[in-house]
């Protein structure tokens, strides 16, 4: 929960069911808005589009299985 890094679990079907408090805090969504989810929330006009690119092409290049 202390760690600064944006991490997010999703289940098989892509929904949201994790995310810490880094991620909170980059995307200023609260917990209950993003559970259930997919990443597609990311890109919902909440943000411009530059934060969605720049963040999920680096979540992308992080990602590890």
């Known amino acids: ?7 997010i679990f999703c289940n098989l079907k892509g929904e949201i069911t994790y ?3 880094a991620f909170l805090r980059m ?3 609260n917990y209950k808005e993003i559970v259930g989810k997919t990443l597609d929330i990311l890109n ?3 943000h411009e589009k530059e934060f969605y ?3 999920i092409a680096q979540g992308s ?3 590890k299985l």
Not at 1 to 7: D, G
């Open 27 to 29: 995307t200023k969504y």
């Open 19 to 21: 995310a810490n408090l």
């Open 53 to 55: 690119d720049k963040k």
């Open 1 to 7: 929960e202390n760690n600064p890094m944006a991490i």
């Open 44 to 46: 919902s006009g909440y």
């Open 61 to 63: 290049k992080n990602s």
